[in-house]
């Protein structure tokens, strides 16, 4: 009887180390920053292009290091529309960034619509979801209005304060009415949401230089 009570108990400490782990893996590669409505180029090409430039990053918030099969991203409310497929490792910390241009070379190669990240400039819904076998599982979503879709503003948490959003409007400065509210910061696309300000903005070269430097 002892025997049968411990072998129970280990199959219960298993189970339950194993889901708090894939839980906590899941929960901790989070939607980062995105932009929704490109003026310029963002994904380095050298023509500005309203669909291939949007971009959303994610982010792993955790310690470990997460193997991203299965992680995907949709727009959109209800059932979910597969935009991009993840794959590789996502380091402690690393952001990973998704291109529209990526978005419709994924999509074309799996068989889908190529409308690549088609984020809506008068608002939509964003979410990352983790597909295992038959369970779908929402991941992380965020929802945002026009204001935060303007020309060259991503939406973006704080590098400090991840549980708060903010709006990336150097480029283009939000009212005092935008929702979430404008920082001043420049959108940083595969990098840290670290604030980077100026009186002189600089171009997204220029900025990614001064980063690896």
Same mark, same amino acid.
């Given at each position: 009887?002892?025997?049968?009570?411990?072998? /129970?108990?280990? &199959?219960? %400490?298993?189970?339950?180390? @194993? *889901?708090?782990?894939?839980?906590? #893996?899941?929960?901790?590669?989070?939607?980062?920053?995105?932009?929704?409505?490109?003026?310029?180029?963002?994904?380095?090409?050298?023509?500005?292009?309203?669909?291939?430039?949007?971009?959303?990053?994610?982010?792993? /918030?955790?310690? &470990?290091? %997460?193997?991203?099969?299965? @992680? *995907?991203?949709?727009?959109?409310? #209800?059932?979910?529309?597969?935009?991009?497929?993840?794959?590789?490792?996502?380091?402690?910390?690393?952001?990973?960034?998704?291109?529209?241009?990526?978005?419709?070379?994924?999509?074309?190669?799996?068989?889908?619509?190529?409308?690549?990240?088609?984020?809506?400039?008068?608002?939509?819904?964003?979410?990352?979801?983790?597909?295992?076998?038959?369970?779908?599982?929402?991941?992380?979503?965020?929802?945002?209005?026009?204001?935060?879709?303007?020309?060259?503003?991503?939406?973006?948490?704080?590098?400090?304060?991840?549980?708060?959003?903010?709006?990336?409007?150097?480029?283009?400065?939000?009212?005092?009415?935008?929702?979430?509210?404008?920082?001043?910061?420049?959108?940083?696309?595969?990098?840290?949401?670290?604030?980077?300000?100026?009186?002189?903005?600089?171009?997204?070269?220029?900025?990614?230089?001064?980063?690896?430097?």
């Amino acid at each position: 009887m002892r025997r049968v009570f411990r072998f /129970f108990v280990a &199959t219960f %400490v298993f189970l339950f180390t @194993f *889901l708090v782990v894939a839980v906590t #893996g899941h929960a901790q590669v989070l939607i980062n920053e995105f932009l929704a409505d490109p003026a310029r180029d963002w994904d380095g090409d050298d023509q500005a292009n309203y669909r291939d430039d949007e971009w959303v990053e994610i982010i792993n /918030f955790g310690s &470990t290091e %997460v193997d991203c099969s299965g @992680f *995907l991203l949709a727009d959109g409310e #209800g059932e979910p529309v597969w935009r991009y497929g993840f794959s590789g490792i996502l380091a402690p910390r690393e952001v990973r960034v998704i291109y529209g241009s990526d978005s419709r070379a994924w999509e074309e190669s799996n068989g889908f619509p190529m409308y690549g990240l088609s984020l809506n400039n008068a608002g939509d819904r964003l979410s990352l979801y983790r597909v295992s076998g038959s369970e779908t599982l929402l991941v992380d979503t965020f929802t945002y209005g026009d204001r935060a879709a303007e020309d060259d503003r991503s939406v973006g948490r704080g590098a400090q304060t991840p549980d708060t959003w903010f709006i990336f409007d150097a480029y283009n400065p939000c009212p005092d009415n935008c929702d979430p509210a404008g920082s001043g910061c420049i959108p940083t696309p595969g990098l840290s949401n670290d604030c980077i300000t100026g009186t002189e903005l600089e171009s997204w070269g220029k900025i990614k230089g001064r980063y690896r430097s």
